[in-house]
């Protein structure tokens, strides 16, 4: 069974979250840990994680997927943007503990002026700093557009990361495909030349989610505007293969399209029609 869902809005906490997913047939879903602009997260509640668990269970929902605000910059030439960051992810990390097992999926951040390599350095310090050989969550560095000086633009650029990391472990990769298709990544014309070259770099072991969205604009154009399934530059067609592809079974897919809960629930039910058992 395709395992597959989209973005929800977790402004009503995880039960909520279920039930939205239900709504829309799916049996597994991404949600901000807080205000996508950062700020405090709100309390979590241990009666509605517990409901949440039972209602997941009775779905089907195995796994699911956590994003980090997007304000957060691991690379900030400013210390203090560095320290939001560390803090913010240190607390969020603290309470993914609530549900274990699940990834925790971040955008490893911009440079800015200082160079990739400064970027690479800058952050894989933090998360030498912030993981712990006791965590459950699996911390995720996702692939990226390349839009102004954003680290993570190519497959090497998130090796680097990795390499550095002690408890290398606790990291893998999500894969965006709007974002490595605006990268130059061409996945519509050669999606197996792709993949292979990913798993030469960074090792398809690595891989622990795709991110699954259509592109408003073509390949290598470093833009990051997600377009609906089909209306895009990568298109329907491709879609389905990536959904098929043997180096991606098993998956889970996460859309996040520009849509409201019924255009995910039309998303849904396509690819889930297209998706070959
Ligand atoms: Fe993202
Ligand atoms: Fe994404
Ligand atoms: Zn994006």
């Known amino acids: 069974m395709l395992e597959i869902g989209c973005h929800l809005s977790c ?22 840990t807080r205000n996508p602009r950062g700020g405090r997260a709100k309390e979590i509640q241990p009666e509605d994680v517990e409901k949440f668990k039972v209602r997941a269970e009775s779905l089907g929902i195995r796994r699911i997927l956590a994003h980090a605000p997007y304000t957060l910059n691991a690379c900030s030439a400013e210390e203090k943007v560095r320290e939001f960051a560390r803090n913010t992810m240190k607390d969020d990390l603290e309470r993914m503990e609530h549900t274990p097992g699940n990834c925790y999926n971040f955008h490893p951040g911009s440079h800015v002026s200082q160079g990739a390599e400064t970027g690479i350095a800058l952050i894989s310090d933090m998360l030498n700093e912030l993981l712990t050989p006791g965590q459950t969550t699996t911390v995720l560095l996702e692939t990226m557009a390349g839009k102004g000086s954003e680290v993570g633009r190519s497959f090497e650029e998130l090796r680097e990361i990795l390499d550095r990391v002690s408890l290398t472990e606790k990291m893998g990769v999500c894969l965006d495909t709007c974002h490595v298709y605006d990268g130059g990544y061409d996945i519509v014309q050669d999606l197996d030349g792709v993949l292979t070259e990913f798993d030469r770099v960074i090792g398809l072991s ?36 990536i959904i098929n592809h043997p180096a991606l079974r098993g998956l889970p897919f996460y859309l996040e399209t520009p849509n409201e809960l019924p255009g995910y629930a039309q998303e849904i039910r396509f690819l889930r029609e297209a998706y070959k058992e």
């Not at 073509?218 to 298109?235: F, M, N, Q």
Request: net charge positive.
């Open 11 to 32: 402004a009503k906490g995880y039960e909520a979250m279920a039930k939205d997913a239900e709504k829309i047939h799916a049996n597994t879903f991404q949600f901000f």
């Open 206 to 241: 690595r891989l622990k989610a795709v991110h699954l969205n259509d592109s408003m604009y073509g390949l290598g154009s470093h833009k990051d505007r997600h377009a609906r399934i089909g209306e895009g530059k990568i298109g329907a067609e491709a879609m389905v293969r």
